[in-house]
């Protein structure tokens, strides 16, 4: 055989050979391996066969040729197996041959190797009952299975919606259209106030429409000269109105006025602005009246030679404490609970005249800044009470300012069985507020610190840290 005939049995088999060699590709299946073996066995009873000494020494030649290319076929063997293993990204340590898929699942998803020494600790039943009673979405694990996690879901829906219902139903079942109709009605009784300009207005007002509006002596039958009906509170004729029995006089028939009414006055010196005035007009003004500041409220007493109604203290001046009120705040600031008081009478002919010598006595001057009427009604038939508050302002440029501040609350809180519905939720209120005091110091132990980085977490705390407030203020 010539070197031609070699060279071509060489080329032959090369190709023979890279046709039968798969392709590395990590889209298509890997190479069987017995089909690999069974092919390698073949090739070594060949390599016997052709080193047989009874064979040419040219065919000699051609025996090794081939068996340089057995080693390149290993050479390339070994290659694909270097790339099953990248494509697997493990190996077996004692073979150095890929693992299957199946194996490689199976070792990602290994359990942890039970450690004899450290046995874990079951928890008790009363632990789990109070971590059950307490469990949230944030103390549940990744691995927790997901039927938990959709129970711990819906029983903290649950929960929370009773808890959005108490509030609901604690804010809006103690009002009622009561409290806007009397309110109104009260308002109604006083609207003239809103016309006052000036110091003669409020005169009028207070003369006029307040001592109508606050003494109902005479019931609403206009008396005729000849008939034969009697008033029924002191069993004659009713020639004119019938008067109201001293212990029945109430505001609108309906509303008992709870003491009497008071009114209380502040006023500034009248030298509170000489030190800012130009030099020019200090010789022509002598007196000058600031607008209101505390600094400059005038403390001076100035009783009247001839006082017979007014009581004393409404030509002294009382600090704030002395009178036991706060500051008010109304249209142009804020005023000092301080001043002169006078209190009214429950008669209304002893007011009228109470109100003819204050103003006789000029009680209100240029230096007034301020000056308020405080009163009380409580109404029995719909357990409710008006605090009544009328505003007169004295600007230093003149002129009046008035306004009100008219409150209708519920200080008997527990009176029928609707005000004890109201009670069961306050007190399931409450309840719920601990529950989630304990939940929120739970999931502060679960996490640490890392709790407070959540912000839905702050919100909780911000929640029940204004809840707990406001039942404080409740019981106080």
Not at 402 to 416: F, G, R, T
Not at 423 to 442: H, P
Request: hydrophobic residues 35%; contains cysteine.
């Amino acid at each position: 055989m010539d070197d031609n005939d070699m060279e071509a049995m060489e080329e032959g088999v090369v190709k023979a050979e890279e046709e039968e060699a798969p392709e590395v590709d990590n889209d298509e299946t890997l190479p069987d391996e017995n089909a690999l073996k069974d092919h390698d066995d073949a090739e070594e009873e060949e390599g016997e066969e052709n080193t047989n000494p009874d064979i040419p020494e040219e065919e000699n030649g051609l025996e090794e040729g081939e068996k340089e290319d057995e080693e390149e076929k290993e050479e390339a063997v070994a290659v694909l197996d270097n790339a099953v293993d990248e494509e697997l990204e493990i190996r077996d340590e004692d073979e150095g041959r890929p693992v299957s898929s199946l194996s490689k699942k199976s070792v990602a998803f290994a359990d942890p190797p039970y450690d004899d020494a450290t046995p874990q600790k079951e928890p008790g039943a009363l632990a789990k009952m109070i971590r059950g009673m307490w469990a949230s979405r944030e103390m549940l694990n990744e691995n927790t299975d997901k039927q938990v996690i959709m129970k711990t879901t819906l029983r903290e829906l649950i929960l929370y919606c009773i808890f959005l219902f108490v509030i609901v139903y604690m804010t809006f079942s103690q009002y009622s259209a009561d409290f806007y109709i009397l309110r109104s009605r009260i308002d109604s009784l006083f609207e003239n106030q809103q016309k006052i300009t000036q110091a003669k207005d409020f005169w009028d007002f207070v003369e006029g429409d307040l001592l109508k509006g606050l003494y109902w002596e005479e019931l609403y039958n206009q008396g005729r000269k000849v008939t034969k009906f009697k008033c029924p509170s002191t069993g004659i004729l009713a020639n004119d109105p019938c008067p109201v029995p001293y212990t029945d006089r109430n505001m609108m028939y309906e509303n008992r006025m709870l003491g009497v009414p008071r009114m209380r006055m502040i006023k500034v010196t009248n030298s509170s602005c000489l030190e800012h005035m130009n030099p020019d007009f200090k010789t022509a003004i002598r007196k000058c009246f600031a607008p209101y500041d505390a600094e400059h409220e005038d403390k001076t007493s100035f009783i009247p030679e001839h006082r017979k109604f007014t009581e004393e203290s409404s030509w002294i001046y009382q600090s704030a404490d002395q009178l036991e009120t706060g500051s008010v705040d109304a249209e142009l600031g804020s005023y000092a609970g301080s001043g002169y008081v006078q209190n009214f009478h429950f008669q209304k002919n002893v007011t009228e005249a109470i109100l003819k010598e204050l103003k006789a006595n000029r009680w209100i001057d240029m230096g007034t800044r301020f000056l308020t009427i405080d009163l009380t009604v409580y109404n029995a038939n719909v357990n409710l009470f008006g605090v009544i508050k009328l505003i007169f302002e004295f600007p230093a440029t003149g002129g009046c300012i008035p306004s009100n501040d008219i409150q209708i609350v519920k200080l008997l809180k527990y009176a029928e069985y609707t005000d004890y519905m109201l009670l069961a939720a306050e007190g399931i209120f409450c309840l719920f507020i601990m529950y989630y005091c304990v939940e929120e110091l739970f999931e502060i132990k679960e996490h640490g610190l890392a709790y407070f980085t959540v912000f839905g977490n702050l919100l909780d705390i911000v929640v029940i840290g204004v809840s707990i407030t406001q039942i404080l203020l409740n019981f106080y």
